[in-house]
Structure formats: structure tokens, C-alpha cells
């Protein structure tokens, strides 16, 4: 779609896009008062909007005030932890960088004070919304108001909400190709993987699993052998990971769908002394697995890059800002769905992530 041209070469133009990590210790207070973070100038995309733009709007046409000031309302489902409150620095730094006014809410879990703060957003006449949702499936009121005011929503989600202008998305499947690329990398063949995964029915399970299996099947006798439901969480990791140790004398590489779940793994090996033998890989760059891989216990994890994904999300609500809600017929145009880029982070890049660069700071404190 045109649209979807028109993000790739904005971000091309503007800046180099990877995304999620994760900040912690430096928890904020959660925000229920308008961010002071309107910059004295209004960057410009080079004065051009790029061709593959679905309308003829110009930026002087698209701008929402004479001063062409932009202001972008943020939902957040909540600030209390780690992967929201690095997106929300990425966020703001991004937004500083554009000369965007920048107003952030914190809905605190809660379905019904996210409604009253996208209606609150819309009163004061935001130009874009970023909702991260509290329940995706709620959000219909949400994009209803804002639709009928148009002014354009961005989700930033697991879960694909149909209403929003744009939907950012993780690629799911995508993290668990990384998984199995990796490590068909370090053993090439002859290997055989444990997977402990989240709960059958979720989307993040099957698509990761989806992956992992597909890059496994390239691989040259690199076999999953055992797979079970670890539930998110670190203690039934732990547990299915003695199990995995006590039944399968020849697995050695132990793939989680989530860093909890690594991290559980880990401690099960540990505790067995046994993490010379094993090669652990996760999901999510989470502090405490950062640190096991810079300590060379843990051997990876896929990074969702949360800070670079709020710095996404306010490129894409600028670049909707700047070329316009409707086409050329004067109609509102279709939503477009953007996955963010994972990276794989091993103990060869994790001093570069933005992750890391928080742990350097929760470790001074």
C-alpha cells in the first residue's frame, strides 16, 4: 500500500529505525499532567513530503496551526513497568527532536480511565493519538471518539486492533526465526532443543513457535526434540527444565519464549551446576538477562527494542500528521499495520543496546 511506501521512505529520510529494550531502576513517576517538551522549532521533513504519499497534501497544507505546531496525545496502559517506561523515553526523545508537543496519560490498568484520558486528549485537540492499550479488546469506544473527531490513533500492541489508523506490531514469528537462526549459527548440526513456550492458545506462542520451527527446518539436523507450556512464568520454567535435563541426556540448547522463562531455566542449571553445558536463548532483553549474558551465563536474547519503538511510534504519528487523514477523494484513509525490527543480542552486542545503557545506570544507583 501507498502508505505503507510513504513510512518507509520517511524513515529512511529521517532517521535509522531498531527497536525495544528495556529501563528500570529509573521508574518515573506515572504521568497525569501534559509533558513540558515542546521544542521552539518544528523539524522539517528536508521541506518535501515524499512522493509515494497517498495524498497531494503539502506539509503547509497538512500543518494543523498557522505556527505549524503538532501536538501528539499518549495512552499509556500503565508506567509501572520496564518495557512501557523505556518506550516512553524513546518516545519523548523523539518527540523532542521533531519540536512535538508531547502529552502523555497513564491509565494505570485501567480500560475505563483510558477512555476518559483519549476523551480528555481529543478535547484538547491532539493532532495524533498513541494508545497502548490497557485491553485491546476494549478500545473500540477509544477509536470511535477519535475517528469521528478525525484525528488519527497509533496502537502500539501484541494484538492487531481494527479501528486504529496504524497498528505497531511485534513480529512475533519473526523473533522465533531469530531464536532458531542463532542457533543453527553456533551448532550448525547435530544438535537437539528444548522449547518451553507460553500457553498453546496465545498468538505470541504459535507464531514464535511458527518461526523457530521454520528456521529449524533449514537447518542441517538440528532437531526439537521437547516442548512444553511454561505459562510465562520463571518457577514453571525452572521446573520443565530439570525434567528436560533428567529425560534428555543429549539436549543441550533450551529455547523460552520469554526472558522469565530463560531466566528460570537458568537458575534450574545452575542450581544442577551444569551451565557450562548448556546454551540458554530467550525473548525480551530484560534487565536481569541482560546482565546473565554480559556475564557470559546466558548466550542470548531477542531484543524487542521497546525505547526505538516509542521513538517509531512518534515518527509515524508525525509523518500521518504532516501528509494528512484522507486521500484524494476527501476519505478517511485505510489503517496500515508496521512490525517493529527485533535484534538479536548476544554478549558481542549488549554494551550497544539502549538496554544496556540503562543497566549502566541502574548499576550506579
Known amino acids: 500500500m501507498a502508505l505503507r511506501k510513504f513510512f518507509i521512505s520517511f524513515f529512511i529520510l529521517g532517521v535509522t529505525v531498531s527497536f525495544f529494550g528495556c529501563g528500570f531502576s529509573l521508574v518515573p513517576q506515572s504521568v497525569d499532567t501534559a509533558a513540558d517538551l515542546t521544542s521552539s522549532s518544528t523539524t522539517e521533513l528536508d521541506?518535501?513530503?515524499?512522493?509515494?504519499?497517498?495524498?497531494?497534501?503539502?506539509?503547509?497544507?497538512?500543518?494543523?496551526?498557522?505556527?505549524?505546531?503538532?501536538?501528539?496525545?499518549?495512552?499509556?496502559?500503565?508506567?509501572?513497568?520496564?518495557?512501557?517506561i523505556l518506550c516512553q523515553e524513546g518516545m519523548r526523545s523523539r518527540a523532542d527532536e521533531l519540536g512535538v508537543s508531547l502529552i502523555e496519560r497513564d491509565?494505570?490498568?485501567d480500560p475505563e480511565?483510558?477512555?476518559?484520558n483519549?476523551?480528555?486528549?481529543?478535547?484538547?485537540?491532539?493532532?495524533?493519538?498513541?494508545?497502548?492499550?490497557?485491553d485491546p479488546y476494549s478500545l473500540s469506544p477509544c477509536l470511535t471518539l477519535a475517528r469521528n473527531s478525525e484525528i488519527p490513533v497509533l496502537v502500539l500492541g501484541d494484538v492487531e486492533v481494527s479501528g486504529a489508523f496504524v497498528n505497531i506490531l511485534i513480529n512475533y514469528e519473526e523473533a522465533g526465526r531469530i531464536q532458531g537462526e542463532y542457533i543453527d549459527t553456533i551448532f550448525k548440526k547435530n544438535a537437539r532443543v528444548a522449547l518451553i513456550k507460553g500457553p498453546e492458545e496465545e498468538k505470541e506462542t504459535i507464531e514464535m513457535r511458527r518461526g523457530l520451527l521454520g528456521a529449524l527446518m533449514e537447518s542441517e539436523d538440528i532437531e526439537l526434540v521437547f516442548e512444553a507450556d511454561g505459562n510465562w512464568e520463571r518457577s514453571e520454567a525452572a521446573a520443565l527444565t530439570e525434567s528436560i535435563v533428567r529425560q534428555f541426556g543429549d539436549v543441550r540448547i533450551i529455547i523460552c519464549q520469554s526472558d522469565a522463562m530463560a531466566m528460570g531455566s537458568?537458575?534450574?542449571?545452575?542450581?544442577?551446576?551444569?551451565?557450562?553445558k548448556f546454551t540458554i536463548v530467550g525473548f525480551g532483553a530484560n534487565l536481569e538477562t541482560l546482565k546473565a549474558i554480559k556475564a557470559g551465563e546466558v548466550e542470548a536474547t531477542v531484543d524487542p527494542e521497546y525505547f526505538e519503538t516509542g521513538e517509531l511510534a512518534i515518527d509515524t504519528a508525525y509523518g500521518v500528521v504532516m501528509t494528512?487523514?484522507?486521500?484524494?477523494?476527501?476519505?478517511i484513509r485505510d489503517y496500515e499495520v508496521i512490525n517493529t525490527p527485533l535484534k538479536l543480542i548476544?554478549?558481542?552486542?549488549?554494551?550497544?543496546t539502549k538496554s544496556w545503557g540503562t543497566i549502566q545506570l541502574d548499576e550506579k544507583n
Open 47 to 84: 521541506g518535501t513530503v515524499p512522493e509515494t504519499s497517498l495524498t497531494e497534501t503539502t506539509e503547509e497544507q497538512a500543518r494543523p496551526s498557522d505556527d505549524g505546531s503538532i501536538s501528539i496525545g499518549v495512552s499509556y496502559s500503565t508506567l509501572k513497568i520496564e518495557n512501557n
Open 346 to 352: 548476544t554478549i558481542d552486542n549488549v554494551d550497544t
Open 324 to 331: 494528512g487523514l484522507k486521500d484524494s477523494n476527501n476519505l
Open 118 to 134: 483519549v476523551e480528555e486528549l481529543i478535547s484538547i485537540g491532539v493532532d495524533a493519538i498513541v494508545i497502548q492499550p490497557t
Open 107 to 109: 491509565s494505570g490498568f
Open 113 to 116: 480511565r483510558q477512555l476518559r
Open 266 to 276: 537458568y537458575e534450574a542449571i545452575k542450581n544442577m551446576g551444569k551451565l557450562d
